[in-house]
């Protein structure tokens, strides 16, 4: 039998692949099924999941029993399979799909690092991209940024590895398999899927001369885009003749941003600096070694497709997330370079990356227990209203119809309507006991335009994320009950 030191001297990168995949799992899996903590629509998804697995409908995603025209279900296959699988639904299975594809990226980090710089370097760049806050968060989330992450990344190291010579037959595989992970990206979020691996291939190819070649591989590219994207559109195409796929390409998230997130041309600066934390406190030292060696192709690319989000007007801080394994990358250049130099680098590297990480196991399984023992707001917000209505129609508004739809696993008696004097129509028009689920400010707006002799009986209220204050109402319609102030 092969001695231990002997088998991690002959194959480092299994060794090292083996810590980070244990790692990343503790980081991203651990806890992951917790309730403590509701992000942003992140039970949206969940709902869609749970409905896919309900419905037996694996091609065309749904809402509330009507069709999802936001995102393609590419995500939500894996959770969907996990669900039926356990029998269960819970938001371990529709976080799953994501915090596995954080774990994949890592990975995919340091293969790139192994390709383009060194073992050490790529050892640093995937443990700095674990450290990375918007990295961790977004890992743990039922949303579908991190697999456009992935799937960029993907593309990108099987770009570099059929680029870099020698050629060889393998070259054509790579590039297939980098327009199949474009096609995944494409899926996900759009067009970002193929022009961020673009991007990145230019930058390579700018700073090692010796790569670009003629590549008629390309057209392999392209035909494994195609092929991946046919997959998924040709049988939804026949299933309804397109008209699914054109409100796909037609929906509103596909402009030139939403309505309330335009924002000016430098925004992204301010949290780009905050969520690749810690490592925009080595910056100076980045500086230094661009002076030394010239520009690092993998902060060039990043800084490309910073440009490109900066040029679109709606801006979100996870529209960040595929731009960090790249500058995970390029700042652990700098480090690993200046760390036998200056012991304030490799002191702060040596503390800082574990210190971050560990923050994060303490925070999702320890600090949010004790933070919220009820759990998320919305989620005791739902118990509770759920506990008093037993199953009498509920009026939703804001979106809280989904976390309802959620913990209820169901939505037959739930009624979602857009804001305004649709809500008091709605509730005219029930028969028997109904109740309101809504925010108080806009329910004072609804109790005005309730018909004579119809009033709203608040129950209980529950603080939700940002102003809103999530209220259970009574409806009524005896005379004289008074209207709330």
Known sequence: MQPLHEYVKRSPWQIDLLGLALLSGVVLFLGLGQNYHWASREIRHAEIIREMVASGDYLLPRRMGKLYFDKPPVFHWIGAV????????????????????????????YVLGRVLLDRRTALVGALSLLAMPNYVIMGRQARPDMVLALAVLIASVCLVLGMQPPASRRRTLWFFCAGIASGVGVL???????????LFAATIMWQRREWKRPTPEWILFLSGMILLLAVWAV?????????????????????????GHRRNFFWYLGPLALTALPLTLFFPWVVKRWKENGFSPLLAAAAVMLLVLSCVPGKRNHYLLPLFPFIALGIADAIVAFSHRSN???????????????????????????????????????????????????????????????????????YSEPDGPELATRLAALDGNAYMAADKKQARTVAKQLPSGAALVEL????????KIWTLYLFERTANVSRPP
């Open 82 to 109: 996990l669900m039926k699988i356990r029998g269960e639904p819970t938001l371990f299975d529709a976080r799953f799909p994501l915090a596995l594809a954080g774990l994949c990226g890592v990975l995919a980090t």
């Open 188 to 198: 996900t979020k759009g067009p970002y899927g193929v022009l961020f691996p673009l």
């Open 235 to 259: 049988p939804t195409w026949l299933r309804d003749g397109g008209g699914y796929l054109e409100s796909i390409l037609t929906q509103h998230d596909l402009t030139t941003g939403a309505e």
């Open 344 to 414: 304030l680098v490799r002191r702060g590297a040596l503390i800082l990356i574990p210190l971050f990480m560990l923050g994060y196991v303490v925070y999702y399984n320890l600090a949010l227990p004790w933070l919220n023992p009820g759990g998320d707001p919305e989620y005791r917000f739902a118990l509770e209203t759920l506990r008093r209505a037993q199953g009498e129609k509920i009026v939703c508004q804001g979106g809280i119809d989904e976390e309802l739809a959620w913990v209820q696993r169901g939505f037959s008696n739930l």
């Open 460 to 467: 209980f209220s529950v603080n939700g994320p940002g102003d």
